[in-house]
C-alpha cells in the first residue's frame, strides 16, 4: 500500500511537472548552472588567470585597462571581467573567488532564454521548452559553463546574434538591437575571434538565401551595424587614448595575432582540430543536427530557420580552424546553431533511432553515476580500502569532509533520475529529456560529492600560504622567473604579493627574493641565491616553485644576471 501511494504520488507529480513544463525546465537549468560555482578555489588554467583580472580590478579600481598582478593583460577585452567585477561587489558576503563566479548565472540566463525564444520563432513556441535542455545535455558545455571565463559571455552573445538573424523579417528593429548587441558581446568579450563568425554570416546569408536579398535585410544589416558600433569602437578608442603601445599590443598580439603568428601559451592544433573535437564536445545534438541538415537539404534555401543556423555552424567553424590558437573550449558558440539544427530533426526521427539514444543515454549515465558514488564511498569511508588507498595517493592531503545533506541531495537526485526513467511519457523528445536530467544530477553529484577531492588538486591555496610564511614583512620585492599568468594572479590574491617579472625587464639582483617556477630538475637559481623555500601543489609535484634569497651584503645590484638560469642546476 505503501508503495502504491508513493508511485500515484510520484505519477501526480511528473504529471504536474509535464503540464507546467516551463518551469520545470527553469528549475532544471537552475540545478545544471548553479552547483560548482559556490565552495571552491580558482582552477588553473584559464579561470585562475581571468579571476586575477577581476580581482586587480576590485582591489585596485582600475577598471579600464585589465591588469594582472600590477602588469597589463590584454588577452581579453574587459567586458566579462567588468561584469564579473561588478557581480562581486553586489554580492559582498560570498568569498570574492565565489561571487565573481555567479556571473555565469547572469550569462547562462540569457543564452538560454534567447535560444528557447529563437527555437519558438523558428518551430513554435510550444515546443521552446526542449531547446536549454539540448543545450545543457552537450558534453563539452558542462564544465566551461561553471568556471569563471569569458566564452560564456560570447555564448550569450550568439545566442543574441541569432534571435536577431531569425527574427529581422518580423521585428527590424528588436531583430538588429539583438544581433548588434550580440555582436558587441561577443567582440567585447574576446575579440575579433569572435565576433568575426557573426558577421560572415550576416554577409553570407543573402548568397544562400534568395528571400534576405531584400532591401529590408540591408536595412537589418546597417542598422545591426550601428547598434554594434559603440560596441567595438569605445573601449578600443579609450584604449589608444590612454596607451597607444598598449592598443597596438591589443591590436597586433592578441588580436590579428590569433590568425598570423603562435601567440604564447596559444592552444596547438591542426586545421582539422575541431572536426576531432567535435564527436564529442557536441554530442549528443550533432547527429541530430547532421539528420535535420540531411532532412531539410531540398527546401535548405527557403528556411531561414534551418539556413541560418548552418550558415553561422560553418562560418564559426572556419573562423576558429584558420585561427592558430586553438582549444576546446573556443568551439562553445558551435552549440548554438548546433542545436537550433538538432531540434528542427527530432520531429523526423524514426522511432528505432528515438528508443536506441534513449537506452544508450539509460546506460551511460547509469554507469557514471555509479562510478561517482563508487569513488565517492572509497574517498570519503575508506571503503574498498585498495581503492581508497589509490585515491588517497593521487590527491595526498585530501581530509574527507562532505557533509550529510550534500549526500542526502545527491541521493534523492540519483533517485528522482531513476524514478523519472520509468515515469516519462513516451515521445519523440524522451531521450533528450531524460539525457539532460542525467547530465544535471551527473554535474550535481560530482560538484556536491568530490568538488573538494578535485579542489585539493587544482587549489594553490595551501602552497601560496607555505609560500609567503617564508617572506618577512620588511622584504623589499620578490622579483619572479618562468611564473605562469594563473600563479600570477592567484599569488596576487591568496599572497597579495605581486612579482617584479625578469620577463618584463626588471633585474632579479634588484630584489631580495627571487621565485622561480620549474620542474623537479629545472628552475634552479645558482649562487649568491640561497634556496630557503621548494613546494608544490598537493595535486602535481611536476611543477616546482623554488624560493630563493639573496645574500643581504649583495643585494641590491651587485650580482649578475649570469648568476641566475631559469632550468638545470648551476
Known amino acids: 500500500m505503501i508503495l502504491g501511494a508513493d508511485k500515484l504520488r510520484f505519477e501526480r507529480l511528473a504529471s504536474w511537472l509535464e503540464q507546467h513544463r516551463g518551469l520545470a525546465v527553469c528549475g532544471l537549468c537552475l540545478l545544471w548552472m548553479v552547483p560548482g560555482l559556490l565552495g571552491r578555489d580558482p582552477w588553473k588554467p584559464e579561470e585562475a588567470y581571468v579571476f586575477g583580472v577581476v580581482h586587480e580590478m576590485l582591489s585596485s579600481g582600475q ?27 553586489i554580492v559582498p558576503f560570498l568569498p570574492e573567488h565565489d561571487a565573481v563566479r555567479l556571473v555565469n548565472l547572469l550569462y547562462g540566463a540569457v543564452t538560454l532564454w534567447f535560444l528557447s525564444t529563437t527555437v519558438g520563432r523558428v518551430i513554435g513556441f510550444e515546443r521552446r521548452w526542449l531547446a536549454p535542455l539540448l543545450l545543457l545535455g552537450c558534453v563539452g558545455i558542462l564544465q566551461p559553463a561553471h568556471l569563471l571565463v569569458p566564452d560564456n559571455a560570447v555564448l550569450a552573445g550568439f545566442a543574441l546574434a541569432a534571435y536577431g538573424l531569425v527574427t529581422h523579417r518580423a521585428t527590424l528593429a528588436a531583430a538588429a538591437l539583438s544581433f548588434g548587441c550580440g555582436v558587441g558581446i561577443a567582440f567585447l568579450a574576446r575579440g575579433l575571434f569572435s565576433a568575426l563568425p557573426l558577421l560572415l554570416t550576416l554577409l553570407v546569408l543573402p548568397l544562400v538565401m534568395p528571400s534576405c536579398r531584400t532591401r529590408e535585410y540591408r536595412r537589418f544589416a546597417i542598422l545591426s551595424g550601428v547598434v554594434a558600433l559603440p560596441w567595438v569602437v569605445i573601449w578600443p578608442t579609450g584604449l589608444y587614448v590612454r596607451d597607444p603601445a598598449l592598443f597596438r599590443e591589443w591590436f597586433s598580439v ?35 543536427a547532421a539528420w535535420a541538415v540531411w532532412v531539410g537539404r531540398k527546401t535548405f534555401t527557403e528556411r531561414l530557420g534551418l539556413a541560418m543556423p548552418l550558415v553561422l555552424f560553418l562560418a564559426t567553424l572556419l573562423v576558429l580552424s584558420i585561427a592558430h590558437d586553438k582549444r576546446e573550449w573556443f568551439a562553445l558558440p558551435l552549440l548554438i546553431p548546433l542545436c537550433l539544427l538538432a531540434i528542427q530533426g527530432i520531429p523526423e526521427l524514426r522511432r528505432g533511432a528515438i528508443n536506441v539514444f534513449f537506452w544508450f543515454g539509460i546506460a551511460f549515465f547509469v554507469f557514471f553515476l555509479a562510478v561517482i558514488w ?19 595517493n593521487m590527491e595526498p592531503g585530501y581530509t574527507p569532509r562532505v557533509g550529510v545533506v550534500l549526500i542526502l541531495v545527491s541521493a534523492i537526485l540519483t533517485s528522482a533520475w531513476v524514478l523519472l526513467l520509468f515515469n516519462i511519457r513516451r515521445s519523440a ?34 602552497m601560496i600560504a607555505s609560500l609567503t610564511a ?40 634588484d630584489c631580495d627574493y627571487l621565485l622561480i617556477e620549474g620542474t623537479r630538475t629545472e628552475g634552479k637559481a645558482s649562487a649568491p641565491w640561497e634556496l630557503i623555500w621548494e613546494g608544490h601543489r598537493a595535486g602535481d609535484d611536476r611543477e616546482r616553485y623554488r624560493l630563493y634569497r639573496h645574500p643581504p651584503n649583495l643585494a641590491g645590484g651587485t650580482g649578475r644576471p649570469q648568476d641566475l638560469r631559469s632550468g638545470g642546476s648551476p
Open 429 to 462: 523528445e524522451r531521450p533528450f529529456v531524460t539525457w539532460a536530467v542525467g547530465a544535471t544530477v551527473f554535474w550535481a553529484s560530482i560538484m556536491f560529492l568530490m568538488v573538494g577531492w578535485v579542489d585539493n588538486a587544482k587549489s594553490y591555496r595551501p
Open 63 to 89: 577598471w579600464w585597462i585589465p591588469n594582472l598582478a600590477g602588469e597589463p593583460f590584454l588577452r581579453h577585452p574587459p567586458l566579462y571581467h567588468w561584469t564579473a567585477a561588478a557581480t562581486g561587489r
Open 254 to 288: 592578441h588580436q590579428m595575432g590569433r590568425f598570423w603568428t603562435q601567440l604564447p601559451d596559444a592552444g596547438r592544433g591542426s586545421p582539422v582540430y575541431y572536426l576531432k573535437v567535435l564527436p564529442w564536445f557536441a554530442w549528443p545534438v550533432l547527429p541530430f
Open 374 to 392: 563508487f569513488y565517492f564511498i572509497a574517498v570519503e569511508f575508506g571503503v574498498p580500502a585498495r581503492v581508497a588507498r589509490h585515491m588517497a
Open 470 to 509: 617564508k617572506l618577512p614583512a620588511n622584504h623589499r620585492c620578490v622579483a619572479s622567473l618562468s611564473l605562469g599568468e594563473s600563479q600570477r594572479g592567484l599569488l596576487h590574491y591568496f599572497g597579495s604579493l605581486s612579482t617584479k617579472r625578469v620577463e618584463s625587464g626588471y633585474r632579479p639582483q
